[in-house]
């Protein structure tokens, strides 16, 4: 993989994706089957993020992608309270416990495995091979490809304008998340919002279409508001460091 990696980032991260995407999309089947939710995918995602750490570590590339502390100024970053209000998503509507205990501990193992390995993937593997070219262009395919991404869902017997209401603002998150590497050189931030999202859904209540909806819209707003305040505050920062150097 090494080799793959010096010769084409960007080669190397789709590598990584299709095997995440087809890897994960069979254990889900795999578990569905046997009837016991994650009982498949679980040790699947352990072995493969372990996989992804043991090459990171293996060269070195902890700074490469992201596993660092965070180097911005984080009043700038409003103390992170919008990812706190991104990650609390799943609870928006109430609590409700769906699945057995074994179910549970299997599915929030599973989750906080994915959070960590679509980061490293997404805004790790693949922006970082893109935006030596050009940043905006990296930026939109990182988002984009990590938002598409949950069309597997369907694969997995999800409903199909729920799936599309999800590709949204998973595109928004991805759009923001990505944003806030760029600017922070630090993904730790953006992986514990996404594993925190991620495990929390397994205590979500079902929503209505229209509550679907709504909070599809409410996420995308706060994620693109976000944005904008962190462009806007880092960009003033940034020119002020140019006045200083001057």
Request: hydrophobic residues 50%; contains cysteine.
């Amino acid at each position: 993989m090494y080799r793959l990696y010096k010769k084409n980032e960007l080669n190397f991260s789709l590598v990584w994706i299709i095997s995440y995407a087809v890897l994960f999309s069979l254990s889900d089947g795999l578990s569905t089957s046997l009837g016991i939710l994650k009982i498949i995918t679980a040790p699947v995602a352990i072995i493969f993020a372990l996989l992804i750490l043991g090459f990171i570590k293996k060269y070195n590339l902890w700074e490469q992608y992201g596993l660092c502390s965070f180097k911005g100024d984080l009043k700038q970053y409003l103390y992170f309270i919008p990812l706190v209000l991104i990650a609390s998503v799943s609870l928006w509507n109430g609590v409700a416990m769906s699945a057995s205990i074994a179910e549970t501990v299997l599915f929030i193992v599973s989750m906080i495995c994915v959070g960590f390995i679509e980061e490293i993937i997404f805004r790790g593997f693949l922006f970082k091979a893109m935006c030596r070219d050009d940043i905006k262009l990296a930026v939109f395919i990182s988002s984009i490809t990590f938002g598409i991404g949950h069309i597997v869902n369907l694969l997995n017997g999800k409903d199909l304008i729920p799936t599309l209401l999800q590709i949204c603002y998973a595109t928004a998150i991805g759009f923001l998340f990505t944003i806030i590497f760029y600017k922070g050189k630090s993904l730790l931030p953006c992986i514990v919002t996404h594993e925190v999202i991620n495990s929390l859904s397994i205590f979500s209540v079902n929503d209505s279409l229209r509550g679907t909806v709504i909070t599809a819209v409410i996420l995308c707003v706060i994620c693109i508001a976000y944005v904008l305040w962190i462009l806007r505050k880092t960009h003033r920062f940034d020119k002020d460091e140019d006045k200083d150097i001057q």
